[in-house]
């Protein structure tokens, strides 16, 4: 069993700063490419950032510059540095991550989803 479980959402102001974390635990033999993704009211869950196991990250054009991914691979966790927060940055906010796991089978895996509200 693999669980990914996202902490740090929340209520901020615009400009504001939040960051978001998200560890991995279970049965984990390799974590591959690990993400973030978000899903605002009526709209399609989009790609906000993702990181490779050797650091190669990226970004969705429109947030390069506010928003910085990181990882431990030791932790197995991943965060998200946000920065000059907008209105429209509201959404739930998803950590993804590609694992294999201790049987050898690859598997894609989301967290629950962590609530971030830009509002003044």
């Known amino acids: 069993q693999v669980q990914l479980v996202e902490s740090g959402g929340g209520l901020v102001q615009p400009g504001g700063s939040l960051r978001l974390s998200c560890a991995a635990s279970?049965?984990?033999?390799?974590?591959?490419?690990m993400g973030w993704y978000r899903q605002a009211p009526g709209k399609q869950r989009e790609l906000v950032a993702g990181i490779t196991s050797d650091g190669t990250a990226n970004y969705a054009d429109s947030l390069k510059g506010r928003f910085t991914i990181s990882r431990d691979n030791a932790k197995n966790t991943v965060s998200l540095q946000m920065i000059s927060l907008k209105p429209e940055d509201t959404a739930v906010y998803y950590c993804n991550a590609a694992i294999m796991n201790m049987r050898m089978s690859l598997g894609d895996y989301w967290g629950q989803g962590t609530q971030v509200t830009v509002s003044s």
């Open positions: 279970g049965s984990i033999f390799s974590i591959y490419v």
